[in-house]
C-alpha cells in the first residue's frame, strides 16, 4: 500500500471534530446541566447514570453491527461512505428534540435515539483508517485521529459555557451549533475521502447476522481480545471523571457557574490531550505502541489520585491536565495497536469490537452516579462519592497496563 498524502490525513479524520463536539458538549455539560432542571436534586447523579447507561448499551451492540455491515457493503461509493451517510442525517432529528428537551421523556427518547443514529455511522467510519492508510502510518494517522477528537472536546468546552447558562431548560442555542459543525465536519470526510468501488470485488455481507458480528477466533485473535479487556480498564475510571465532573464542581468546589467551570475543565484537560496525543503518534512510530501505553497509563493514574486532593478550581485544573496527558499518549498509541492487530478484511467488524471496551466502560462508569448519590446522601457535605471515583479510575489505568503484557510483541510482528 503507497503512502497516503497528509491532506487525506487531515481529511479522513475531520469527521471525528464533529463527532466529538457533539459528545463533548452533550455529555459532560448539556445533559447535566438540563436534568437539574427536572430530576432531584439528590438523585442527579443517579438520574444522568441512568439516562446514559441505557444511550451507550445500544451503542454497544450497534457499532460493530454497522461496522460488520460495511466490511461487506457493495457500493460505488465504496464500503464505509453509505451507512455513515445515512447515520449522520438521521442524527440531526434527535439532536433537534434533545434542543427543546422540555421534560425527562423528550431527553430520554433524543439523547437514546442519537446514540443508535450515531453508531450507525461511528461503525463504518473507524474501518477509515485501516483501509486506506499503511501500517508504517498508522501511528500520524491515530494521532491525528486524536487530535480532532481533542479539538472537539475544546470546542465543545468553550462553546458550550458560553451558549449554555445554568438558568437554561432548553440547550437550543448549543445544540443548533452541535449540528452546524456535525454537518459541515461529516460533510468534508465524506466527499473528499476516496474509497474504491465496492460493487464487484467483495463478498456480500450486507445482510449480516447477530452471531457473526461478535463471532471472533479466539485463538488467532488473543492479543486484540486482550487488548480490548485493558482498554475497557484504563477507560472506565475516565469516563466516570468526565461524566460527573460537573456534579462534583459544584458540590464541592461550589463554584457560581458550575456550566463555566466545567468547560475551562475541560479545555485544560483537552489542550493536554491534543499535544499528548500527538506526541502519542509520533512516540508510537518509532518505539512501539506498548511503551507509550505503558507510559500513558502510569501518567493517568497519578493525575486521577491527584484529583482526589484538589482544593480549589485552579489545582483541579492542573491536576486535570496531568490526567489528559496521559489519557492523550494513551489514546494515540492504543489506537494504533487496534488498528494494528484488526485483521484488514474485516477492519470494521473488529474496530467496532473495540467499543465493546469503548462505549462498553462508558456505559459501565454512567452506573456509578447511583452508589455516588448513595455515600454523598450517607454522610452529608462530605462527598466522599466523588472521592471514591477519583481513586478508583486510578487503579483501574494501573490494572490495564498489567493487562497489557498478554498482547504479545511476536504476535503484533505478525
Not at 138 to 144: E, F, P, Q
Not at 189 to 212: A, G, Y
Not at 330 to 336: E, H, K, P, V
Request: glycine share 10%; charged share 15%; net charge positive.
Amino acid at each position: 500500500m503507497n503512502k497516503v498524502k497528509l491532506q487525506t490525513l487531515f481529511t479522513m479524520n475531520v469527521y471525528w471534530f464533529g463527532l466529538s463536539f457533539m459528545w463533548n458538549s452533550i455529555h459532560p455539560i448539556i445533559l447535566p446541566s438540563v436534568l437539574l432542571h427536572i430530576v432531584p436534586a439528590h438523585l442527579k447523579n443517579s438520574y444522568l447514570g441512568i439516562l446514559t447507561f441505557t444511550g451507550l448499551l445500544l451503542a454497544l451492540i450497534i457499532q460493530p453491527i454497522s461496522g460488520a455491515a460495511s466490511d461487506g457493503w457493495r457500493s460505488r461509493w465504496g464500503r464505509r461512505r453509505p451507512l455513515a451517510i445515512v447515520g449522520v442525517g438521521l442524527d440531526f432529528i434527535f439532536l433537534v428534540l434533545l434542543a427543546w428537551s422540555g421534560n425527562l421523556l423528550v431527553v430520554f427518547l433524543g439523547y437514546v435515539g442519537l446514540q443508535i443514529t450515531s453508531n450507525i455511522a461511528h461503525g463504518p467510519m473507524q474501518g477509515i483508517i485501516p483501509d486506506l492508510v499503511p501500517r508504517e502510518q498508522l501511528g500520524l494517522a491515530s494521532g491525528l485521529k486524536n487530535l480532532f477528537d481533542m479539538a472537539g472536546l475544546v470546542g465543545a468546552s468553550l462553546a458550550a459555557s458560553k451558549l449554555l447558562s445554568p438558568d437554561d431548560r432548553y440547550p437550543t442555542r448549543i445544540i443548533i451549533v452541535v449540528i452546524g459543525i456535525l454537518l459541515i465536519s461529516a460533510s468534508v470526510t465524506f466527499f473528499f475521502v476516496k474509497e474504491e468501488p465496492t460493487s464487484e470485488n467483495i463478498r456480500d455481507k450486507s445482510l449480516i447476522h447477530l452471531k457473526q458480528v461478535f463471532k471472533i477466533d479466539m485463538k488467532t485473535n488473543t492479543p486484540f481480545l486482550w487488548l480490548i479487556v485493558s482498554r475497557f480498564l484504563f477507560l472506565v475510571g475516565i469516563y466516570g471523571i468526565q461524566t460527573f465532573a460537573q456534579y462534583y464542581i459544584k458540590d464541592v468546589m461550589q463554584a457560581a457557574n458550575p456550566v463555566k467551570a466545567t468547560g475551562d475543565l475541560m479545555i485544560s484537560l483537552a489542550i493536554a490531550l491534543v499535544i499528548c496525543s500527538l506526541i502519542g503518534g509520533w512516540l508510537t512510530d518509532r518505539i512501539g505502541a506498548r511503551l507509550v501505553i505503558y507510559l500513558a497509563s502510569l501518567i493517568t493514574a497519578i493525575g486521577a489520585f491527584l484529583l482526589v486532593t484538589a482544593t480549589d478550581i485552579s489545582s483541579l485544573t492542573i491536576f486535570a491536565g496531568i490526567l489528559g496527558g496521559g489519557i492523550g499518549l494513551y489514546l494515540s498509541s492504543n489506537w494504533a495497536l487496534a488498528s494494528r492487530l484488526a485483521p484488514k478484511e474485516e477492519a470494521g467488524k473488529f474496530l467496532g469490537l473495540t467499543n465493546l471496551a469503548t462505549a462498553g466502560a462508558s456505559a459501565v462508569s454512567k452506573l456509578g452516579g447511583i452508589p455516588i448519590d448513595a455515600v454523598n446522601n450517607a454522610f452529608p457535605g462530605r462527598y466522599l462519592g466523588y472521592t471514591g471515583l477519583f481513586i478508583l479510575a486510578g487503579i483501574f489505568a494501573l490494572l490495564s497496563m498489567l493487562l497489557l503484557h498478554k498482547v504479545k510483541e511476536n504476535r503484533l510482528e505478525q
